[in-house]
């Protein structure tokens, strides 16, 4: 059996080295153990935002050049990213503001359009397609058109009850205008973000939890009707919401047919939190659908923060993961909102320079290795006696966090980041025989044991 280690530190790109088994148990060292029985759900794939922003700045690119830098997020032997995220309008991440119909008090819907996404969305959007036509793509909505919200304004406000029935026709033009353009739709989530509004400084809208789960049920009867077959992702929010998703899943039970997963934003709290909700929706998928880098934060650098980010979505029940913008200016723009992120790469607009963000390392750990339909296995870390599963402890090795995956074509795969300042020896056992891991400082290892 071949097994191969492949390495990025904060010095270092990616390096590939052959594994030997190390004979028996030497102690001294964590034993990683892997949980025999899988999580329910097979992996969709990771992927990134492709934001009006983002296709905006492909726009600029001279096409050889937006070729290469495609083929290197989404090609085979590049990234291979697998999961897109669209936004249905605009979001605080477009070049300006607009919804696909702004004429007031259209009901019937009459002037619903798409035009404005075919001056660079949609062009963009194919060539992606044109490089991995197997991606995931799903949308998700800032905000209704003014007219359906209090307020009047696309930038705020809370989203009426009575535009519902409306709002689902809105959707369904949507995911039938993409459908004419070549770009299939296999998900949406109601509303990105409906606990707020962002106090009017982007395109946003608040949604009672009533309102969406009159909306889900309306939209997936539409769907139905039309024979429309996209999924619908609950929430779309940050962890701290699960309680507001625990009382909608009870309080109308139709959404466990009608919606088809829940998903999570990581601003606020901990990845951790999903398992309660687990505890009594075990039966529902999950997905981390949004967070992305910080352009002066550590920028090129935070590869061991995003993998710990995605294990920890992994093991805690997500079933894909996307960041945020593909690709931001030196800036972080454009950007009509009030938030200053940085995108997976950068495109300097003076120079024409790309530079890629620690994000996109980690997930070069996953994409690379992991498939879809790969099956997530729970991990565990344990030394001394004492077990860590994903949280902090006083020992000195804590920040370790590990992740693993049985792909269709019968490989094996593990994940680990190791967050410390000084390496970390794993030992593991698979295939009868003991595996030793050294784990560099802030550095993320991929180990993968070839059928």
Request: glycine letters at 8%.
């Amino acid at each position: 059996m071949k097994v191969m280690q492949y390495v990025t530190t904060t010095e270092t790109p990616m390096r590939p080295y052959e594994l030997k088994p190390c004979g028996s148990y030497a102690g001294n060292s964590l034993v990683l153990r892997v949980n025999d029985a899988p999580e329910k759900d097979p992996v969709i794939g990771l992927g990134v935002a492709i934001t009006g922003s983002s296709c905006y700045e492909l726009n600029t690119m001279e096409p050889e050049k937006r070729r290469a830098f495609l083929e290197t997020i989404y090609g085979k032997d590049g990234l291979n990213l697998g999961v897109g995220r669209l936004s249905v309008g605009a979001s605080d991440y477009s070049a300006e503001i607009y919804t696909y119909d702004d004429v007031p008090g259209d009901e019937k819907l009459e002037h619903f359009s798409v035009a404005r996404d075919e001056a660079y969305v949609l062009p963009m959007i194919k060539e992606v397609l044109a490089v991995n036509p197997d991606l995931y793509l799903y949308a998700s909505p800032w905000s209704p058109p003014g007219w359906m919200k209090t307020g009047n304004s696309i930038c705020g406000g809370y989203m009426r009850d009575k535009y519902v029935e409306c709002y689902a026709d809105y959707i369904i033009k949507f995911i039938k205008a993409y459908e004419e353009h070549g770009i299939h739709i296999e998900a949406l989530t109601p509303q990105n973000e409906p606990e707020t509004d962002q106090t009017g400084f982007m395109p946003a809208c608040k949604w009672h939890p009533e309102t969406e789960a009159k909306f889900i049920s309306a939209l997936k009867r539409k769907m139905r009707k039309e024979g429309i077959d996209a999924g619908i992702w609950m929430y779309d929010h940050c962890f701290t919401g699960w309680l507001r998703v625990k009382w909608m899943l009870e309080e109308y039970p139709e959404l466990l047919s009608d919606a088809d997963a829940v998903a999570f934003h990581y601003y606020d709290t901990a990845i951790e939190w999903l398992d309660e909700l687990r505890k009594y929706f075990p039966d529902i998928k999950y997905h981390f659908t949004e967070g992305g880098p910080r352009l002066y934060d550590h920028y090129g650098d935070d590869h061991c923060k995003w993998t710990t980010m995605m294990a920890k979505a992994f093991n805690h029940g997500c079933r894909s993961f996307t960041g945020w913008n593909l690709m931001l200016d030196e800036t972080g723009g454009p950007n009509v909102g009030p938030f200053f992120c940085g995108g997976l790469a950068t495109l300097n607009s003076q120079t024409g320079e790309i530079t890629y963000s620690g994000q996109s390392k980690a997930l070069a750990h996953f994409t690379k290795f992991v498939q879809r339909g790969a099956m997530v296995h729970a991990t565990e870390l344990a030394g001394d006696g004492v077990t860590m599963f994903g949280f902090a402890t006083d020992k000195p090795w804590w920040a370790v966090e590990s992740c693993a995956f049985n792909n269709p074509d019968g490989s094996h795969v593990l994940v680990l980041a190791n967050s410390n300042a000084t390496k970390r020896q794993i030992q593991y056992q698979y295939g009868g025989q003991w595996w030793y891991i050294e784990l560099l400082p802030n550095a993320v290892s991929t180990v993968v044991f070839e059928k």
